[in-house]
């Protein structure tokens, strides 16, 4: 079992940067694979990235590619999203997930265990 706790959600204005974090208690954190998803009103979950359990992979959606990026402290058992260069559509509900499983997903269903959320809103 694994508990899930997001933070550094806020308001920022677009251009600017935002950091988020996800800790983790339990067991075995190490050795799962950790994603971020995020959900804006009246929309899907969406996937943002992931990292494997060793912080050698990730992965990003289009959206977000170039701009964000995934770490991890497995020491610590915290990941980290650091978001720079923030547009307006990029508000939304953000989550850190995570997965069970050696290989690596996109696919929110298909994640574990979830943190409750922290909002990120993006003025213009």
């Known amino acids: 079992q694994v508990q899930l706790v997001e933070s550094g959600g806020g308001l920022v204005q677009a251009g600017l940067s935002l950091r988020l974090s996800c800790a983790a208690s339990?067991?075995?954190?190490?050795?799962?694979?950790m994603g971020w998803f995020r959900q804006a009103p009246g929309k899907e979950r969406e996937f943002v990235g992931y990292i494997s359990w060793n912080g050698v992979i990730t992965y990003y959606a289009d959206s977000v590619k170039g701009r964000f990026t995934i770490s991890r402290d497995n020491a610590k058992n915290t990941v980290g999203l650091q978001m720079n260069s923030l547009k307006p559509e990029d508000t939304a509900v953000y989550y850190c997930?995570?997965?069970?499983?050696?290989?690596?997903?996109?696919?929110?269903?298909?994640?574990?265990?979830w943190g409750q959320g922290t909002q990120v809103t993006v003025s213009s």
């Open positions: 339990g067991r075995a954190f190490s050795t799962y694979v």
């Open positions: 997930a995570a997965r069970s499983a050696f290989s690596a997903s996109t696919v929110a269903s298909e994640y574990h265990y």
